[in-house]
Each structure stands twice: as structure tokens, then as C-alpha cells.
């Protein structure tokens, strides 16, 4: 399995709860990528920023097969999820994963993604890019430099298929 994505804060998803979300982006593959299924996986719990891992959490999940995306152009994908009342957690992944998807496509394969969007609803807004001053004033929030001295930076493994790198947030 393969997964990259993003964990909502406690604080960033109990404002959607008992709500519909849409996720939409656009996305293509590489030539390699001629058979097996990607897609998209959000995650919900009740519990308070655990990590991406955490059992427990409800899955939602878009399997998309390689015939429906293009090695040249991108293809916009929308996914609406209704989320329980009681969560206090959301994460927003994509990836490549037997246990979710299906078959998995060849060796090799990649996707592109861009313009990532979640909104609150059942429609897929257009894309709503920030300035850029913006969004770096929102990265440097999370930003730190990690010390490669520390003892607590680590690669635990998950499963035999399965890398999780942890890093302490101060």
C-alpha cells in the first residue's frame, strides 16, 4: 500500500459533522499505469487527532480504475461523503492499496494530482486557489525543522507492505 493525504485537526473537523463534503481534484496517470485501480479514501473517527493509522475510523473510499483516467490530460473526479454527527476527525488520502481499492496497478505506475479541493455540500465547487501569502502563512503554522539528533524521529513499520514515519510536532 501506498497512501499520501492529509489528517484534519479535531479542531478543523467537528465543524462538518452530521454534514455532506465533496472532495474534488483533478488527476492523470503515467503510461505504466495501464491496469489495477488507484483512488480516493476519506477516513472519519470519534477519536481527537490520532494518527492516520488509528483503528477504528469509518471509510469512505472512490475506487477509480485505470481505464477512467488519461495519460495526457487531466480528469476532474468528484467523491461525496455524508459524515456522522459524533466525528471528531477526518483524513483525505489517495494512494494505491489491494485492501481498499482492488487490484493494484503494475510496477511503475504513478498519478498526478492537482488542485485538491474539500468543501462543505454535495456539489464540487470550482477550484479556489489562495494567494500565495496566504498559503504560505497557513504552512509555516505546521512548519518546523526536525533535528536529526532527536530519538523520537522514527520509522515504525506498520505491516509488512506498510512504512509509517512519525516525527514529533512541538
Not at 12 to 24: A, E, K, L
Not at 135 to 162: F, I, K, P, W
Request: glycine share 8%; proline share 4%; net charge negative.
Amino acid at each position: 500500500a501506498f497512501w499520501f493525504g492529509q489528517i484534519l485537526e479535531s479542531v478543523n473537523s467537528i465543524p462538518y459533522r452530521g454534514r455532506f463534503i465533496t472532495v474534488s481534484v483533478l488527476m492523470k496517470k503515467n503510461s505504466t499505469f495501464s491496469s489495477g485501480k488507484t483512488g480516493i479514501y476519506v477516513g472519519t473517527g470519534t477519536g481527537t487527532d490520532e494518527a492516520v493509522i488509528s483503528a477504528g475510523l469509518v471509510a469512505n473510499s472512490k475506487i477509480i480504475d485505470a481505464s477512467e483516467l488519461s495519460s495526457t490530460d487531466y480528469t476532474k473526479f468528484t467523491f461525496i461523503v455524508g459524515l456522522n454527527s459524533n466525528i471528531n476527525q477526518m483524513e483525505l488520502l489517495f494512494g494505491f492499496s489491494s485492501a481498499v481499492f482492488g487490484t493494484l496497478p503494475p510496477d511503475g505506475s504513478a498519478i498526478q494530482i492537482k488542485q485538491v479541493q474539500l468543501n462543505e455540500g454535495s456539489v464540487a465547487l470550482p477550484f479556489q486557489p489562495r494567494h500565495y501569502a496566504e498559503e504560505l502563512a497557513l504552512c509555516q503554522s505546521y512548519g518546523y525543522m526536525l533535528d536529526v539528533d532527536r530519538t523520537d524521529n522514527r520509522t515504525v513499520t506498520y505491516d509488512a507492505n506498510t512504512l509509517v514515519f512519525v516525527f514529533p510536532h512541538p
